[in-house]
């Protein structure tokens, strides 16, 4: 078993990379590795609750990001520089995740054997 | 040392996925091994085998399937990315009513799957085209 880091850096509507690093995270998962998912720049964007793509005509991927720690997605983080910078609260985010600092992220992905830039 | 590539953007709109195809290259010039090519996301564009170019411009498609035949890789498409894209092989053609196939020889349709058992088997892991 290998320790992976998936890294989230796309809004969560807009492009497919923000669902394609779920499926990405889910699948690892699914495959009896052991994986984190980061949410790091416009990839926060993800933790916002409340989210309606109904409007758009999209399926609501923070529904389906309930399920990752349903499927051992052992820990979910996100930088807290990139949601301070964009003006998100941390109170209410969608996703228990954790706060970790640019130098935090930097040990974090020397931990890991494969990092998924997705 | 064994490798597994995942290519994630389209030719023709990214660098990247040449990128991808030289260090490819390089990799086994250097006496490193591709334990397999991953293409993921818009990467599954890179797979077709009706690309045409100008003749004085790069093809790209037809330039990873020479070097994926060239050098006998394992080559898998995401088979969810590229049936949404249009990239499709015979059985997924019939399977879906569609008529034709576009998926290049040499590469394979499969899931995510053999993304995670390829990085298991790797002593490197490299995407390209990676939040663009």
Redesign the interface.
């Known amino acids: 078993m290998?320790q992976?880091l998936v890294?989230t850096?796309?809004a969560p509507y807009g492009t497919?990379?923000a669902r394609?690093a779920t499926?990405?995270a889910l699948?690892?998962a699914?495959?009896e590795?052991k994986v984190s998912l980061l949410f790091q720049?416009d990839g926060v964007f993800q933790l916002l609750p409340d989210q309606n793509p109904a409007a758009i005509e999209q399926k609501n991927l923070s529904a389906m990001q309930q399920a990752l720690p349903l499927y051992d997605v052992e820990d979910l983080f996100y930088c807290a520089e990139s949601l301070q910078e964009r003006g998100i609260e941390s109170r209410t985010l969608a996703l228990p995740a954790k706060a970790l600092t640019r130098s935090e992220i930097a040990s974090l992905i020397r931990q890991q054997d494969?990092?998924?830039?997705? | 040392m064994k490798y597994t590539l995942i290519i994630q953007s389209a030719p023709i709109d990214h660098q990247s996925s040449y990128t991808a195809l030289r260090f490819a290259r390089a990799l086994l010039e250097g006496g490193h091994s591709i334990e397999r090519l991953f293409f993921y996301g818009a990467g599954v564009h890179n797979s077709t085998s009706h690309s045409v170019a100008p003749q004085d411009e790069l093809n790209l498609p037809d330039q990873w399937q020479q070097f994926v035949t060239e050098h006998s890789l394992d080559a898998v498409v995401c088979i969810a990315a590229a049936v949404r894209r249009g990239v499709i092989n015979a059985s997924e053609s019939g399977r879906y009513g569609k008529s034709g196939n576009n998926l290049a020889d040499g590469f394979d349709l499969s899931g995510l799957g053999q993304l995670v058992a390829s990085a298991v088997e790797s002593d490197r892991v490299v995407t390209f085209g990676a939040g663009v």
Do not use: R
């Open positions: 290998k992976f890294i850096s796309n497919s990379q394609e499926d990405l699948a690892t699914l495959f590795q720049g494969h990092v998924f830039h997705v």
